[in-house]
Structure formats: C-alpha cells, structure tokens
C-alpha cells in the first residue's frame, strides 16, 4: 500500500485543490474539484502531464512558481500553450529566476 500525505489544500468558491505527497520518488499526485459540476480529476504519474505543486488558487488559476533548472517544459503541456508562450519558455535559461506557472481551470 503506497502511503500518501495531503501536503497543501487550496480551495475557492468554485475548486478545491489537493497537492499529495507520497513516499515514492516523483508519485506525488494533485487533485483538482470542480464544485460547480461536481467532477474531480486526478494528475498522477506524468498523466497527463507532470503537474508543479502549486501555492495559490485565484479564481479559475492555479499557480506555481518553478525553477527553470527543473525543467519548465515537464510541468506544461505544450498543446494548450499558444506559440507566443511556448517561445517565452523555451528562451529561458536554467540559471534564470524562478518562473511563475499559470495553470487556468476549466470552468
């Protein structure tokens, strides 16, 4: 049985935000609430993308902020991106500052 910790819950009028730890490296899991429809959806295991844990919930926006020594282009997924964004990221540097992470909510 894999052990998981809820490390972070954010929540709003509209989502509720769950960030997992768990005791496996790189499993760590986040679950998105939809209150108004009533769905859930569950990331996990780079599915379908490897989601950056994030620290605020404003309005419909998820945000994170990421180093870019991590690797920018693991926590997006590049189709919902315009290619004006997909140019930005890839012109920064990995010794650039932190990187703040918009990730917008299906209402």
């Keep these: 049985m894999r052990?998981?910790?809820p490390g972070l819950k954010l929540f709003n009028e509209d989502f509720i935000y769950v960030f997992f730890y768990t005791h496996e490296q790189g499993?760590?899991?986040?679950?998105?609430y939809n209150r108004k429809t009533k769905k859930g959806f569950l990331l996990k295991n780079g599915?379908?993308?490897d989601m950056y844990y994030c620290f605020d919930l404003v309005d419909n926006v998820l945000l994170a902020v990421c180093s870019p020594d991590e690797g920018l282009s693991r926590f997006v997924?590049?189709?919902?991106m315009s290619p004006e964004e997909i140019h930005k990221m890839e012109q920064v540097?990995?010794?650039?500052?932190?990187v703040i992470i918009?990730?917008?909510?299906?209402?």
């Design 102 to 107: 918009k990730y917008y909510l299906k209402r």
């Design 3 to 5: 052990k998981t910790t």
């Design 47 to 49: 599915k379908p993308f």
């Design 27 to 32: 499993a760590d899991r986040s679950y998105i």
């Design 77 to 80: 997924d590049r189709s919902l």
């Design 93 to 98: 540097k990995e010794d650039d500052n932190p």
